[in-house]
């Protein structure tokens, strides 16, 4: 097992730059997402890793190994990685223990060695009742485990996810999700995967690489990137919470209450200002005193388990909190701002 280094990594398509400059080593045996909104370039990284695209420029390596580079580009099936795609691309006229074992077929390994492989695959995504079935016969979640499986039989030390779960309803993705954490441990493979859902890479990845129009903009632990994110954008992309105009402060700090409540008091709408991010559980509802500051309610959405409380503060600026029951809308309260994180604003 090795590393996965990509160092100063860029593509361009037609002259265009969609990737640009990209750092990023992937331990072995780590799970890790690369997220970001639709045409941030994840699937065209993904692609550059599976050896489906060349770089136009820097390099690839696992390991001692390179893999891509300016003047090198090794093929694909001679990377011996693992895929699993968003559409299962099975083979609709192979049952799922052929589609299984298709991978096998093509380096010729023989029929023993093949069976024990494919009932081994189909063990670990809980499919060997289903051996001799069409992809036809299964479930979109059943068809994208039949996949997982086919990427497992040639062991891979790397496999490559490129958005699995998005032809899947909620209650299966998280079923599946489950699937891919049994999938990871039993394995011990390196996992890279590309998902635009935060909550889907929080919930997986050991480190997620956040991305935005073909540069990272941060590469951490989901905690890390929750409670300390880098600039407002992927404050406003990653977990839920509201970011506040206040009076300049330092970036990348943590704001307590006291001096939270100076800053707003000293925010201008016409001077200088910093943007600062607190989540909706530092927010609490308390009795009038030095600290609390008026707001009024501008929604009240159910949520199941709670409310979703949206306020407005006396300069108009709006922020999210949490309630156990529902407040009428226009009605005044006053909160309490327990603490918020600096951010550095967008380049
Ligand atoms: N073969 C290609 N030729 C030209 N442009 C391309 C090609 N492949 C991708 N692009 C462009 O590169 C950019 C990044 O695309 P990419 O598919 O990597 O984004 P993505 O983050 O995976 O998006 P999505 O979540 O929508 O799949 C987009 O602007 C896309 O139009």
Known sequence: MARLILEDVCKSFHGEPVVKGLNLTIEAGEFVALLGPSGCGKSTILRMLAGFEPVTDGTISHGEHCLSSAKQHVATEDRNFGMVFQSYALWPHMSVKDNVGYPLKIQKIHSDERNKRIQEALEIVQLEDYADRLPAQLSGGQRQRVALARSLVTEPDVVLFDEPLANLDRHLRAKMEDTFRAFHKRTGATIVYVTHDQSEAMSLADRIAVLNKGELV?????????????????????????VLRVSEIAPQQYVNSTDLH?????????????????????????????????????????????????????????????????????????????QAWSLESES
């Not at 941060?218 to 509201?242: D, E, M, V």
């Not at 008026?294 to 929604?299: A, F, L």
């Open 218 to 242: 941060q590469w951490g632990t989901p905690q890390a990137l929750y409670a300390t994110p880098k600039n407002t954008w992927l404050a406003n992309f990653i977990g839920r919470g509201s």
């Open 262 to 338: 100076g800053l707003i008091e000293r925010y201008s709408s016409e001077g200088a200002f910093s943007s600062v991010l607190v989540r909706p559980q530092d927010i609490h509802f308390v009795s009038v005193d030095g600290l609390s500051i008026p707001v009024t309610v501008d929604n009240c959405i159910f949520r199941g388990e709670r409310y979703d409380i949206g306020l407005t503060l006396k300069d108009g600026q709006q922020v999210l909190t949490y309630s156990d029951v529902p407040m009428t809308t226009n009605s005044l309260h006053y909160i309490r701002l327990e």
